[in-house]
C-alpha cells in the first residue's frame, strides 16, 4: 500500500529524518510511535505530499507521491497535528468545501458529508459553529474531513492531544472503527494510545527507524530480560569484573560518575534474580553498594531502551555535521596538548588494577559473608 525508500529531510545542517524506510500493508492499524522531535510529523508530511524530501521515494498504491501527485493523493486522507479548520464555517459547510477540493460532486458530495458527519458523531453539532465546539469535536471535524472521499489509507498525526480522558476514549474507539475499512497510521508520542489501537508499531528516534514490528512480537523481544540498576563506590574495572563473574549476569552499561561512584546496568533472564549474588560478591570484596534496584521489562520500557540518549544516528551519518564555523573547526586541534598531559595521571590506574587482581579478590571468588 505504502513504501518508503531511504527518506531523508534536511534543514540546513540539521537532519531532521535520517534514512527512513519501512512498509503498510493494507488493512491495518500502524502506530508510528516516537518522541517530540523525532521526526514524525516530518515524515508524515512527506509521506502526504505537504513536504518535499531531501533525499527517497514514497510510493501510495503504486503512485510515486511526486511525479504521481494527483493520484497518490487521491488515496490518502490526512489529519495533521494541528486540524486545518475553518474556524467561521460550520461542520457541515466545511465538509463541503473539503469534499468538493477532492472533486466530488452532486450526490457523491453529499452522502460523502452525511457519512462522515455520522461517522465522526457530529450529527447534533454539524450546523454549529466550529469556534464555537470543543477540543474534542473539533479533532473529529479534523477526523471527518481526513475520511471524505472514503480514501484508502487513513494518516492521523496526534489525533488525541490536548483532549480529556473521555474524549480520548472516543476518538480511540473510532480510529478502530476507522481500521476496519481502512488502513490507518497513527502518529504520536503516547505508548498506551499505540497499544491501545494498533496492531503493528513503527518506531521512530532522533529520525531513524529503531524497530518494526508487531506489539507482540516487539514485547516478547524485549520482555525476556529484567534489569538491575546498581550504584556502588569504587573502582570501575574491579566492580566490571564482580559484575562479569555472575553467571546469570549481562552486563548492559558502566558509567563513572562523581566522588567514585558507579552505574551499572545488568539485565538478566526473567526467570533469574541476581540480587542476592550481587550483595554477597560486592561485600566480600569489600566494595559498598550505595543503591540497588530491580526494574521489570515493560512495553514502555522498551520504548525508553529504543529511543534512549544512547542511541546516536550522527556515528553512522558523519555527513550531518561536515560543514561547521571556522571556529568551531579549530577547537579540536588546539585540545591535544593539555590531553595528553593528563596521561601520565590516568596510567597509574591500571597499575591498581592488576595489584588488585593479583591479590585474587575477584577472580578466586571466596565467599566471606554467607555467599553461595
Known amino acids: ?51 518535499a524530501a531531501t533525499e527517497g521515494e514514497v510510493t501510495i498504491g503504486g503512485y510515486d507521491i511526486y511525479e504521481d501527485p494527483v493520484e497518490a493523493k487521491a488515496m490518502i486522507g490526512y489529519l495533521p497535528e494541528q486540524p486545518p479548520l475553518y474556524m467561521d464555517m460550520t461542520p457541515y459547510e466545511y465538509l463541503e468545501f473539503v469534499g468538493r477540493a477532492k472533486g466530488l460532486r452532486g450526490d457523491n458530495l453529499y452522502k460523502a458529508v452525511d457519512a462522515a458527519v455520522s461517522k465522526t458523531g457530529l450529527t447534533a453539532y454539524a450546523d454549529r459553529l466550529i469556534k464555537n465546539l470543543s477540543k474534542g469535536y473539533k479533532q473529529r471535524v479534523g477526523i471527518a474531513q481526513a475520511i471524505i472521499g472514503d480514501p ?19 476518538i480511540r474507539e473510532l480510529i478502530r472503527e476507522l481500521g476496519e475499512n481502512h488502513t490507518v497510521i497513527l502518529s504520536s508520542h503516547i505508548l498506551t494510545e499505540i497499544s491501545a489501537v494498533c496492531d503493528y508499531v513503527i518506531i521512530i528516534a532522533k529520525g531513524r527507524i529503531v524497530a518494526s514490528d508487531t506489539l507482540e512480537n516487539l514485547t516478547k523481544l524485549y520482555e525476556g530480560k529484567n534489569y538491575v540498576d546498581l550504584i556502588a ?19 548492559a552499561e558502566l558509567e563513572s560518575g562523581e566522588l567514585g561512584r558507579v552505574h551499572a546496568r545488568i539485565a538478566m533472564q526473567k526467570e533469574v534474580d541476581i540480587r542476592e549474588d550481587l550483595f554477597f560478591r560486592f561485600a566480600d570484596a569489600k566494595v559498598s553498594i550505595l543503591s540497588m534496584e530491580f526494574e521489570e521489562v515493560t512495553l514502555e520500557k522498551v520504548f525508553l531502551e529504543l529511543t534512549g540518549d544512547h542511541f546516536d544516528p550522527t556515528a553512522v551519518e558523519p555527513d550531518v555535521t561536515e560543514e561547521l564555523p571556522a571556529d568551531e573547526a579549530k577547537a579540536p586541534a588546539e585540545e591535544p596538548v593539555p590531553v595528553e598531559e593528563e596521561e601520565p595521571a590516568e596510567a597509574a590506574e591500571p597499575e591498581k ?20
Open 353 to 372: 588494577t592488576e595489584k588488585s587482581a593479583k591479590n585474587g579478590d575477584d577472580d578466586d571468588y571466596k565467599p566471606l559473608f554467607g555467599g553461595n
Open 233 to 251: 563506590r569504587g573502582d570501575e574495572d574491579k566492580i566490571r569484573r564482580l559484575i562479569e563473574a555472575i553467571p546469570d549476569a549481562e552486563l
Open 1 to 51: 500500500m505504502i513504501e518508503v525508500k531511504n527518506l531523508v529531510k534536511r534543514y540546513g545542517d540539521n537532519t531532521a529524518v535520517r534514512g527512513v524506510s519501512f512498509t503498510v500493508e493494507k488493512g491495518r492499524i500502524y502506530g508510528f510511535l516516537g518522541p517530540n522531535g523525532a521526526g514524525k510529523s516530518t515524515t508524515m508530511n512527506i509521506i502526504t505530499g505537504c513536504l
Open 152 to 170: 484508502e489509507v487513513i494518516i492521523l498525526d496526534e489525533p488525541t492531544v490536548g483532549l480529556d480522558p473521555r474524549q480520548i476514549i472516543e
